[in-house]
């Protein structure tokens, strides 16, 4: 069964008097447990997508099946709450609160979701010691390196036990080495079950994925799951 | 989220800023403080009034010559009816009213006093025996004027403690010759201390029988009559009767008029009261000022935390989560405010009453919850803006902002 079930997704921005079609016609499904890359130059609509399938954005047309369930005509508590449990996100830039510790920001889902602290403290301890940052739990993110920081973000990203971890270029902020080692902490993730979609620009990261989508002005140019060639609806 | 977290989240990031945050927490301070001290003051200076009001005596009822007190200066009344002096007699024909325990009438003028060598100015009130019990004064050595016919007066006079100190030193005084004007007095007491009584330092005058001060000024009229009501209830029974026996007294005319202490008090009470509000007011607008101040710190707040906001949103916080953590923020910062104006107020009136010990500068209940009130009330009022403002970012707009 499919995890993401997207049809005819279209997304409009007025800017001006001029209109950006920044998604048009889109289909795509994606099974639980995918490893899929979402590729393409800047402006063809990849981070649009991603967006949308994070719920951060509504498309203008279209219907977007998540788990089985239509989540466009939620309201936007209910989007939340969706957000909150079953869509993880990782962010180029890490986006950690500055003025909390690594453990707070690891459990600031379960403190937003309501999880009662004692049973925060626990799960963010186990986490933080599945990272690798039981040593680092105290520590604010000025004093964490980038790899540590992006770690952090992970672990944030997955206390919740999403369906689906979405990243935004994760290693756009990061140099070769420790970037490398994101990425395989994101794989081992997925080889655990969990839908992993990253978003990059960078091909050997997006060579790394089972399953690449082209992105080009706001279509679907290829994916590499449907055909060899690239002939994408239209 | 939890109510608990709401509140650890506002504080942390409360305390994240602490140069913005000390300042907001500063102006609500300065706010409430100012609303305090100045409530003190014009609190204080009620209570002052309404001491020295009551230090007069219990139950008096003061009659004075002519008829102004309900009716105001009205150009015809001057010029038509010349109010009847009131006289010694009127005072005494007042001591057979049932209702009156003591009457006193009081003659008053300034004279010099030339004793001991030296010679100075003073207030010299022309009474009789009664006074000392109707003001309820103690004397400090020897006795009052003694009890005899109004109208003559033996050659006595009683002093008060200043006078007593400025002329005599340490000397005893009682039993001392003095000249009063062209008059040589004995001395026979001295009353014990009693301070500033509405105008009149009672310290700095000499007391005479009626009968010597009228003849020292050479008038027949006197100042004021005192009467002590047998007991608060007939305070207002003194009063008509008092007004009836004059008007008889001096041909149909209602040329006096009768005060009670309980009227002036209940008067001033009314202004002092009025004064002190309007002072609160006054003050409650750099509350307002503060409460702008706020909610400018909480717009700051969120233009500086605008990814923060959209990570949360990011993360499944509602709009309502984080409207609630902003508002918890400005709420808070307006509490600590408040408490720390508060604080600051008391300690301003405590300050006051160690530099003027007279004066009772406590601020009254009112005025501290009143202020307390409003510190929360705008602080909350100017957060609900920022507040909205963050729960409406669109996330991904948000998240962009870096």
Do not use: C
């Not at chain 1, 981070?47 to 719920?55: D, E, P």
């Not at chain 2, 006193?104 to 060598?117: K, R, T, V």
């Not at chain 2, 010299?124 to 005899?148: C, N, W």
């Amino acid at each position: 069964m499919s995890v993401i079930q997207l049809a005819g997704i279209e997304r409009v921005f007025h800017l001006g008097d001029s209109v950006v079609h920044a998604l048009t016609g889109l289909d795509v499904a994606i099974d639980a447990g995918e490893y899929v890359a979402i590729m393409g130059p800047s402006g063809s609509g990849k981070s649009t997508l991603l967006n949308l399938l994070g719920l951060l954005d509504r498309p203008d047309a279209g219907s977007y099946q998540l788990e089985g369930r239509d989540v466009t005509t939620l309201s936007p508590d209910e989007q939340a709450a969706v957000r909150s449990r079953r869509i993880g996100f990782v962010f180029q830039s890490f986006h950690l609160v500055p003025r909390l510790t690594a453990a707070e920001n690891v459990g600031l889902p379960m403190m937003l979701a309501g999880i009662p602290a004692a049973e925060r403290a626990q799960r963010v301890q186990q986490a933080l010691k599945d990272f690798g940052l039981d040593q680092r739990a105290d520590h604010r993110p000025d004093q964490l390196s980038g790899g540590q920081r992006q770690r952090v973000a992970i672990a944030r990203a997955t206390i919740m036990q999403p369906a689906v971890l979405l990243a935004d270029e994760p290693t756009g902020n990061l140099d070769r080495a420790t970037g490398d080692d994101v990425i395989h902490l994101l794989e081992e993730l997925n080889q655990r079950g969990m839908t992993l979609i990253i978003v990059t620009h960078d091909p050997k990261i997006g060579t790394r994925a089972k399953r690449q989508l082209l992105m080009e002005d706001g279509e679907l140019r290829h994916d590499s799951a449907r055909a060899a060639s690239p002939a994408a609806a239209t | 989220m939890r109510n608990a977290d709401v509140l650890r989240f506002a504080r942390d990031a409360a305390a994240g800023y602490p140069l913005r945050t000390s300042l907001s927490v500063l102006a609500m301070a300065i706010g409430v403080a100012a609303v305090v001290v100045l409530t003190s003051l014009g609190d204080g200076a009620r209570r002052y009034v309404v001491e020295q009001f009551s230090a007069l005596g219990s139950n008096l009822v003061i009659v004075l010559p002519g008829r102004s007190a309900t009716g105001g200066f009205s150009p015809a009344n001057a010029l038509t009816t010349t109010p009847r002096d009131l006289t010694v007699d009127d005072a005494f024909a007042l001591t057979r009213l049932p209702s009156a325990r003591r009457v006193a009438p009081l003659a008053a003028g300034n004279s010099e006093i030339n004793a001991n060598g030296r010679l100075r100015e003073v207030v010299v009130a022309g009474t009789a025996s009664t006074y000392l019990d109707i003001r309820s004064f103690k004397m400090a050595q020897g006795h009052f004027l003694p009890e005899a016919d109004w109208s003559r007066g033996a050659p006595v006079a009683v002093i008060g403690s200043k006078l007593q100190e400025e002329i005599f030193g340490n000397r005893p005084a009682v039993g001392e010759l003095i000249r009063l004007g062209d008059r040589r007095l004995r001395i026979v007491g001295v009353l014990k201390s009693v301070g500033q009584g509405l105008g009149m330092n009672t310290d700095e005058v000499i007391f005479v029988p009626v009968g010597v001060a009228q003849s020292l000024f050479n008038t027949n009229t006197l100042f004021r009559v005192l009467i002590e009501a047998r007991s608060r209830d007939e305070i207002e029974v003194v009063k008509r009767e008092v007004a009836a026996m004059l008007k008889a007294r001096h041909g149909g005319e209602e040329d006096i008029t009768v005060i009670t202490q309980d009227a002036v008090l209940a008067t001033f009470d009314k202004l002092l009261r009025a004064l002190t509000a309007a002072v609160a007011g006054i003050a409650a607008i750099s509350l307002a000022v503060a409460g702008i101040l706020v909610m400018n710190v909480m717009l700051v707040a969120v233009t500086q935390r605008t990814a923060e906001i959209g990570l949360l949103k990011a993360l499944g916080a509602r709009a309502a989560t984080i409207r609630n953590a902003f508002m918890a923020e400005a709420a808070m910062l307006s509490l600590v405010g408040a408490i720390t104006g508060y604080g600051l107020g008391l300690f301003g009136a405590f300050v006051l009453r160690q530099m003027y010990p007279v004066f009772p500068a406590y601020p009254p209940d009112w005025a501290v919850i009143a202020a307390l009130a409003t510190a929360l009330g705008t602080g909350m009022l100017f957060g609900i803006m920022p507040a909205r403002r963050a729960a409406r970012l669109d996330p991904v707009q948000a998240l962009m902002k870096h």
